[in-house]
């Protein structure tokens, strides 16, 4: 996607090969600078730290965060290390175990000398395959914001309801929930987006608002609060969000305050759609509630918030009491009878086990 006119990726390999450039995301939207990931510590650190979040864009930070460790020490103790270093800096998100098994399952099998050169090439596979499996999505995605706009005569725009960023600042480019609507703007159908503040990072106001004002898409705002209200006025056509871990059987987790759109949704018979690439699908998981780890993050991200100050400069300021405890859960869980369909690379289906294996039959 484009920054001031410019196309970028949110991962990419530096000039010399040696090292691997992000987006900082934390100093979005006020100031946009990008950081150099050396080692495997700058990889493990912009996870944990989110410079870089999203559960794709996780997942291809992670393969490159093997590559470099393979660039110092490519013994298998050194794989195994930086493996486990890895897969603990973000529980929820199963891109990154996923990702990092992939690349210990290429590497595992190569003499050391080789290792650095396959992790580098298997990890930019990973990326350039994320890119196009977001592209598909969004295919199958506009499909559905085709039929809204056509059953309403093609008399207005199509009004979309986003939570957090599930855009191309999550993926390596295009998103998942962003990507139907990047692709329908593209095709002429007019949308506006409302996009959920997603406290406590507010990556919905950061992120996905930077992103749609990046491509001159029409948006507005709002609180977190303000979704059901929105649906019970007939303001939202669809809701569309992403995952960060979706079970076999179709429960979704997703950015903390996911489930209560979902609720919001189901009342008002508002279509609820979860974009996610395969990837994201836990086969091994049936019950979302019970298996999936739902991160804690820490009690500084609730009580605290940074912005803009006028004298142009980025400030932190408090937000509660001093002496005021918070807790800060970083996702919840979506039931899977609350969505009304997954938007995948290879289609749209029921939030369902048979839904999912129709599209992915060789996961039966």
């Not at 730290?49 to 460790?69: E, F, N």
């Not at 986003?162 to 993926?171: E, K």
């Not at 004002?213 to 929105?230: C, F, R, T």
């Not at 996610?276 to 605290?304: A, C, F, K, Q």
Request: charged share 20%; glycine share 8%; hydrophobic share 40%.
């Amino acid at each position: 996607m484009k920054i001031n006119g410019q196309s970028y990726r949110t991962i990419w390999p530096s000039a010399d090969g040696t090292a691997v450039q992000i987006i900082d995301q934390t100093k979005l939207p006020h100031l946009f600078e990008t950081v150099t990931l050396r080692t495997l510590e700058d990889a493990a650190h912009a996870i944990s730290d989110m410079l870089v979040r999203g559960a794709p864009l996780i997942g291809a930070t992670g393969a490159y965060g093997l590559a470099l460790a393979m660039r110092t020490d490519a013994s298998d103790a050194s794989l195994a290390q930086a493996h486990d270093t890895l897969v603990r800096t973000r529980p929820t998100a199963v891109n990154l175990k996923w990702a990092l098994d992939t690349v210990q399952a290429v590497l595992s099998p190569l003499p050391p000398r080789e290792r650095a050169t396959a992790a580098f090439a298997e990890a930019a596979r990973i990326a350039d395959e994320d890119v196009e499996t977001c592209a598909r999505l969004g295919e199958h995605g506009l499909d559905l914001i085709r039929a809204v706009w056509e059953s309403q005569g093609r008399s207005r725009p199509v009004n979309i309801l986003t939570h957090c960023n599930a855009g191309w600042l999550a993926t390596v480019d295009w998103g998942t929930a962003t990507a139907p609507i990047y692709k329908a703007v593209e095709a002429g159908i007019p949308v506006h987006v409302y996009v959920d503040e997603t406290r406590p990072r507010n990556q919905g106001a950061s992120l996905t608002a930077y992103e749609l004002n990046s491509e001159n898409i029409p948006h507005s705002v709002i609180v977190d609060n303000a979704g059901g209200h929105l649906m019970q006025h007939g303001m939202i056509d669809l809701c569309i969000v992403g995952t960060d871990r979706t079970t076999a059987n179709g429960d979704v987790a997703n950015k903390i305050g996911t489930y209560l759109k979902a609720l919001a949704a189901h009342d008002n018979g508002v279509p609820f759609y979860v974009a996610l690439p395969s990837s994201t699908v836990d086969w091994s998981m049936s019950d979302g509630l019970r298996d999936i780890p739902i991160e804690t993050r820490s009690p500084r991200e609730v009580t605290h918030i940074t912005g803009l100050a006028g004298n142009g400069r980025l400030e932190t300021v408090q937000l509660t009491p001093t002496g005021s405890a918070a807790i800060n859960f970083g996702f919840d869980v979506t039931p899977a009878r609350l969505v009304t369909g997954l938007i995948t690379e290879r289609g749209v289906c029921a939030a369902t086990r048979e839904g999912l294996t129709g599209l992915f039959p060789e996961r039966r």
